[in-house]
Each structure stands twice: as structure tokens, then as C-alpha cells.
């Protein structure tokens, strides 16, 4: 009888092993544990199949770490582990979740420059970002510009206002370099296709008004009237005698409350004091102010007022514009 148990060994090894292989087999394609909103997982820098399993079986997701580093071991998946924040869905396989931890498909969070920010406001606003890795504190905005190879270019106006999607540790100044770059082709292609004969002679100046423009209105059908207006009054050498850029050129000081002395403070913003475009842009313009600028309406319009319900009445003369302040402003707003 003692030949039987070589034999009997033999087979309840065989029987072992199959049925492990077909408890790893079940493994790869069991859904892992995860919260009913999936798992928000970052793998950090020279992670690997190793340390995932431990991990996500410390977390209760994985019931065999081993499994998980043959699995990754078999498909070649071991070495190619891609370092980032990843939304594992639920329902994922352990086969699922190594295909996503080797894509490189990393969350893409979404950061939205405003239109009508400054660039101010714009710095304050990444800097509150949790995910952004800010390397910009305490560097000036000349240097900021310098950094993104534009020496000597005031920052004001220049990145596009969007929602632009980045992954978690980009830094502050790469989002500022794609914004900026954004500006750069949509401003390049609207002034392509300008209208003809607007009294503009370069990009920078078209910013510059389509600036004043996103400030002075945030209706999008009046835009073009806004535009119209300054381009008319441009052409006629009038002073644009716009509020928000004389807002602009008190900075800081400026309290909420616009008094007739700052109309008459000599800065170079002060469009009440100085005829022209001031020396730079007031704000970021969306992308409908640039259109609106360079494609203004045509009318006989040199003065507009505001209402006082969110619009503004547009005169053609100084008469008609002094009516339309005392209906629409000193007697108390809109009727």
C-alpha cells in the first residue's frame, strides 16, 4: 500500500494547485471592494504592484495582494505602473484597475479663469487651489512674466478666461503658460478676421479695449454697442472717460464708491484725464468682449449711461446723454 501515497501526495498537490489557479482566475475578474462613488487612489512616484496590493488590502478593497503582483507580473503590467491621482470605478476588476494605473489616465481637475479678473485676482484665486503645486509666492508678477518667456510684458489681460483641465501637482505656472497661450491663438485669429477699418492698429491695443469692454457690461447683446461707441469715439480723438479703467488706476485705494476728485486724479488710467487707450489692459476679456471689439456695432452713438437695471441708454449727443443721466442717475435710477 505504501506506493499509494506518493500518488495520493501527487494528487492532492494537483488538487491544490488547480484549486488555487482557479481561485486567482475568480480574483481577476471579481469586482474589487469599493464605496458605492468609486475610490479616488494616487499612486505615488516609484510605486508598485507590491505596495498597491498592500495598500488597497490595508483599505479593505483587495483580498489578496499577491494575486494582484502575479496578475501584474503575468501582464507585463509590473514596470509600467504610471505615478498620479486615478478615480478607480466601481465595479472595477483587479484586470481593470491595472489597465488604469498603466494608462496614465489621471483625474483632470478643472481650474476657471473669470472674465473680468484681474491678473491680481487671478493669482489670489490659484493660490487657493488645493491640487495646484504653487511655486509663485512672493515672486513678482515682472518675474512671472519672465518666467513664461515674455520679459518686459506686462502680465494684465493676457491669459484666457476658461475651464482648463489639469492633473492633481501641476504647477501654477503651467497653468498660467496654457492660459496664456490660449489668449495668444484667439486673440491672433480674431484680429484676422476684424472688421475693417476699426481705428486699432495692433493686438495689444485690441486687448486693451476689449478689456474696458468685458468691464463696462456683463450683457452680451450690448457688447458691440459698448465697443461702437469707443471705436467712434477713438476715431474723433474724444476721451473714452470709461470708469473702469480710472477703478483700475486707483488700485488698492479705491473704496467701492467712485467720487467725482478720482475722475479727476492724473493717472495714466484715467481715461476722464488722458485721450486714448491706457498703457495696458484693465482685466482678462472673454472671448465674447474680442469678438465685440473687433466687430463693434455701427451706429451714431458717443455716450451711454447705465440704467440701473443691468443695461445702459445710448445717445448720439451730448444733449441727449445729459437727459438720459438725469432720467437714468439723478433722478434716482431706473423708471
Do not use: C
Request: net charge positive; aromatic share 8%.
Amino acid at each position: 500500500m505504501g506506493y499509494r501515497i506518493p500518488g495520493l501526495l501527487i494528487l492532492a498537490g494537483s488538487l491544490v494547485l488547480g484549486g488555487l489557479w482557479i481561485d486567482y482566475r475568480t480574483f481577476q475578474e471579481t469586482p474589487l471592494a469599493l464605496p458605492q462613488g468609486g475610490l479616488v487612489y494616487r499612486l505615488p512616484s516609484g510605486g508598485n504592484a507590491a505596495s498597491l496590493g498592500r495598500d488597497l488590502a490595508i483599505r479593505g478593497v483587495l483580498r489578496s495582494p499577491r494575486y494582484l503582483w502575479l496578475l501584474a507580473w503575468e501582464r507585463a503590467a509590473a514596470t509600467h505602473l504610471q505615478a498620479g491621482e486615478y478615480h478607480i470605478p466601481l465595479g472595477a476588476t483587479p484586470k481593470q484597475l491595472l489597465d488604469l494605473l498603466t494608462s496614465g489616465r489621471v483625474i483632470q481637475h478643472p481650474i476657471t479663469l473669470v472674465e473680468g479678473w484681474t491678473f491680481a485676482q487671478t493669482r489670489q484665486a490659484l493660490a487657493t487651489v488645493e491640487w495646484i503645486h504653487h511655486t509663485l509666492e512672493g515672486i513678482s508678477s515682472t518675474e512671472i512674466m519672465a518666467r513664461l518667456g515674455r520679459s518686459g510684458i506686462p502680465p494684465e489681460g493676457r491669459f484666457l478666461p476658461d475651464t482648463y483641465r489639469f492633473p492633481r501637482g501641476t504647477t501654477d505656472l503651467d497653468i498660467l503658460g496654457r492660459a496664456l497661450q490660449a489668449m495668444d491663438r484667439f486673440l491672433a485669429t480674431a484680429w484676422a478676421g476684424r472688421a475693417p477699418e476699426i481705428p486699432l492698429e495692433t493686438l495689444d491695443q485690441a486687448l486693451t479695449l476689449a478689456s474696458i469692454v468685458e468691464k463696462e457690461t456683463a450683457l452680451a447683446t450690448e457688447r458691440p454697442q459698448i465697443a461702437g461707441v469707443f471705436m467712434r469715439r477713438l476715431r474723433l480723438g474724444m476721451r473714452l472717460q470709461t470708469d473702469p479703467t480710472v477703478i483700475y488706476g486707483l488700485g488698492e485705494t479705491f473704496d467701492g464708491n467712485l467720487r467725482r476728485v478720482d475722475l479727476q486724479r492724473d493717472n495714466p488710467y484715467n481715461t476722464y484725464v488722458h485721450r486714448g487707450l491706457p498703457p495696458t489692459p484693465i482685466a482678462l476679456p472673454g472671448r465674447a468682449a474680442i469678438r465685440a471689439t473687433l466687430h463693434p456695432a455701427v451706429s451714431d452713438a458717443l455716450y451711454f449711461v447705465a440704467r440701473g437695471d443691468g443695461g445702459h441708454s445710448f445717445s448720439a449727443t451730448l444733449e441727449a446723454h445729459n437727459q438720459a443721466v438725469r432720467r437714468y442717475q439723478l433722478n434716482g435710477g431706473y423708471q
